[in-house]
């Protein structure tokens, strides 16, 4: 079946720390990657996206690139800020009905 | 007004009660959705809506009833409802279900707990 596995958290970094959140997918068919964000006390809201494989989505100086032969697509950011604090969700569309199948979501909290 | 409103935001019931959970988007689409989101679990899609039909019903309960009366509104009615059903019910939209890109709009959620 398809399904979308992303690291456990809470994620603790300090700000302007490099961020990496990890992201795998198990998929029938190509699917679409991609991540949401939802900042505390609201919902969620898409971040950034790849269609195709090699594809690279980025927005907020965030970046995930489509890895087919490795089934991944990792989110990563060279210097997070305290704004940056949310929870990150993976998500992928194989184009069913509007299914989009998410991971468990992973908390991020930045420190000054 | 914002994308998608939500009301209430946060809602207590007995397991006898009958409420409600409204959505409302104001962005012109065509495909709305429910989804619940408990602690250490992924979203699960409940219901999507495309064109007021019906067309996804992800095995949920019947004491979950959604009702689409139109493109920009979606229920969902509560009856006897099990402690295991508190969550956060997140509402979203999309221009259609079909061709969906992936860019669902939500709203900020109804927070339910169930005593």
């Known amino acids: 079946g398809n399904s979308v596995t992303q690291m456990e958290g809470p994620v603790t970094l300090s700000e302007e720390a490099f961020l990496t959140i990890n992201c795998t997918y198990t998929a029938t068919g190509y699917p679409s990657l991609f991540w949401y964000v939802q900042y505390p006390g609201e919902g969620l809201q898409l971040l950034l996206k790849?269609?195709?494989?090699?594809d690279k989505g980025s927005n907020k100086g965030f970046e995930a690139t489509y890895r087919k032969e490795t089934t991944s697509f990792h989110l990563e950011k060279g210097s997070v800020q305290v704004s940056d604090s949310a929870v990150y969700f993976c998500a992928l569309n194989i184009g069913s009905q509007g299914n989009l199948i998410f991971g468990k979501g992973t908390k991020l909290s930045v420190k000054p | 007004e914002t994308g998608v409103t939500q009301t209430p935001r946060h809602l207590v019931m007995g397991m006898t009660n009958k409420k409600s959970l409204k959505c409302e988007q104001h962005l012109g689409h065509n495909a709305m959705y429910w989804y619940k989101q408990s602690a250490k679990k992924p979203l699960e899609l409940m219901f999507v809506y495309n064109f007021k039909e019906q067309t996804e019903n992800n095995s949920v309960p019947s004491r979950f009833s959604p009702e689409c009366p139109n493109s920009s509104h979606l229920f969902l009615h509560l009856h006897t409802l099990q402690p295991e059903d508190s969550a956060l019910y997140l509402c979203?939209?999309?221009?259609?279900?079909?061709?969906?890109?992936?860019?669902?709009?939500f709203g900020e959620g109804s927070r339910l707990t169930v005593l």
């Open positions: 790849a269609t195709k494989a090699d």
């Open positions: 979203a939209s999309s221009q259609e279900a079909e061709k969906l890109t992936g860019e669902l709009f």
